[in-house]
């Protein structure tokens, strides 16, 4: 699918039919003919825009002759076992003379806040300022995301101390497996930061400095901040897989004490319950032999509740 967008500086943000010199391009999941037309449109090799539609991508920055490549990987959400969880793909940014061209599997937030215009004082004639928002604006994602994944550890946290079934620490892994994909994209986007900072490859003029490093300390944070969670969650994890077992001896302590009380009467009952000869079977001829019987294997059941208690078994 593609879509235009064209705004002037401190001026709406709107969409467009036809191209014009100063738009951005959004290009998300293409066919062959749209890569063909933006190719040709703005000089694009083929493999630059096919980048970013392999999700082994790594990130970088590239500087080809009449235009610049910069691959980062930005956040997105996929369904693991029904549910829905994060993870990261490829977005090609291409800074060209003409305009500036996002290639993505995906909708991403990143593109979708864009395209709404709520990323302030986004301007797309301004190329290489879009690019150092686009690259904020997804840093600011990834800070919100690792946020609800503390709270959907805390909810995880609350509910393993009183499981016993395995689901609750299979979210918890799921919860692990998005943090790594967020912490080695993050990783990876750091040093295409560090780059854009250290060379010329991305013209930028002096009040985009500013933008771009506070970019390079939300990715920081951001870096901080799924390291510090993974920490905490891989000890957590530890700990409660721990906590579960225990949960399931107890409730195995509980029924084998159970069926040991239950056992003492049943044995009891068994033994009259042989088809046997009454002679020489105590209390068999008394009026009162079946409550006698029935009260002494009661009193026995209840003398083993009591031991156990004194153990501290129950």
Known sequence: MKAMFLSEQNGPFRTIDEF????????????KAEIEEVSAEFGIEHDHLHAALDIEERSRVTAEEGYVLILVDVLTSELRGGQSWYATIPLAIIIAPRGIVTVCLQKVPVLAAAESGRIRSLATTL????????????????????????????????????????????????IQKSLVYISTSLASNQRVLDRIVRTTIVKKYPEDDDLLQDTIVENEQAIEMANIYSGILSGTMDAYASVISNNQNAIMKTLALVTIVLSIPTMIFSAYGMN????GMPFAHSFWGFLIVVGFSFLLAVAAVVIFIRMRWF
């Open 20 to 31: 014009v010199d100063g738009a951005w391009v959004s290009l998300i999941d293409p066919t």
């Open 127 to 174: 190329k290489s300022r879009f690019a150092i928002q686009l690259l904020l604006r997804s840093a600011g994602v990834y800070l919100g995301a690792l946020k609800n994944i503390e709270k959907m550890t805390d909810d995880a946290e609350i509910n393993l101390r009183r499981s016993t079934r395995n689901r609750e620490l299979v979210d918890m892994l799921e």
């Open 276 to 279: 046997v000869e009454l002679t």
